[in-house]
């Protein structure tokens, strides 16, 4: 096979990335902590009673106010933040870098060879412990992307644990191992290749095959089949870290039923006639802040396991808007024990509401202790 083609300014980008984090690691690297043992980088897991926490942060500032106390892990998908790094080692958790790329450009082993290095260098000049590859492209069985990846969570685990020893390198996948959103990767293999798999038990509406009407973003029984099936394929339970969403879906019903049914714009994605592009991510603190005002106040799915609600817009529209809260969120911290899997988190943490109103105080404490189940 030829060895694949970039357009010029694809080439670009990839040479002046490169380029940057050689100079990054050939600049002198000075530790940004106040107390210079702060910038090793973190080799031992915490000893936790309870489980891994798992916190996506993209950013800001409200990682201050985050519960440290079941903190493991960072994924920092925001603008570095050397403060966030020296903080988050004070608290014994790692902090990792984020990791995507073009698929058809990683085919090339050389391109996968340089997209290695520059994030290992990357890791090294910030002082951070490890990398989560989040790459959420279609991928056919047996296609040379599919070849490709694997080959890349394989060479990216073995570079960071021999250049940052103890570093921990995780992979995003959807809430089943069953080709969703036409992500069909060689699970199997990457979970033996890299320390953990971060499964997105959300979204779980992204292809609707079915009636096109507003449903639960992790219905509780289809999230738990969602591992039920990744362990059957005797993928490691302490591979697995569940992912849970603070956040929910605001849908404009086209019709809105007696029984409260809300149908929805038909929006395609990867071969589903309908799914989640119909509504609006909406935060937890959003959603907090309209509950209480809309025409239903919160009700409760009790096949799905979830809340929602239905409002009024400003035209008169009627949306319903579901969502996970501590209720909902409760049963999956369950099954995380019951099941024993490596751990829990969520995207993201910087959506709920951290300010000093002592109604967001609670529900923020309570959001973050759900995580520890029941």
Known sequence: MGRLQLPPAAKMFYFLLFSSSIFLVCRATVC??????????????????????????VGGKTWKSYNWSMVTTVAAFGKYDAELMCYAHSKGAR???????????????DNRTA?????????????????NVDIEQAVDEGSSEYRALTDLVKGTTEAFHREIPGSQVSFDVAWSPN????????????AESCDLLFV???????????????MANAPLSQTLNGYDQFLSLKINPKKLVMGVPWYG??????????????????????????????????????????VNGSLSGRLWDDKQKAPYFNYKDQEGQIHQVWYDDPQSICPKA???????????GMWNGNILDYSDEPVARQQTAVMWNSLLGC
């Open 32 to 57: 940004p902590c106040e107390r210079p043992e702060l910038c090793e980088q973190i080799r031992d897991e915490r000893d936790f009673e309870v489980v891994h926490v798992y916190v996506f942060d």
């Open 95 to 109: 902090l990792v870098l984020k990791g995507d790329v073009h698929l058809p450009y990683i085919v090339d082993q």
């Open 115 to 131: 997209w290695i290095t520059e994030k290992v260098n990357l890791a090294k000049s910030q002082f951070m412990d490890g990398i």
């Open 179 to 190: 080709c969703i959103d036409k992500r069909c990767y060689d699970y199997v293999a990457i």
């Open 200 to 214: 997105m038990s959300y979204d779980e509406q992204s292809q609707i095959m079915g009636d096109c009407i507003a």
């Open 249 to 290: 879906y605001d849908y404009p019903c086209l019709n809105f039923s007696q029984e409260g049914v809300c149908s929805l714009m038909k929006v395609p994605f990867r071969g589903a006639p309908c799914s989640d592009a119909a509504g609006t991510q909406k935060t937890y603190k959003w959603i907090m802040t309209q």
């Open 334 to 344: 369950e099954a995380v024990k019951s099941k024993g899997l490596r751990g829990i």
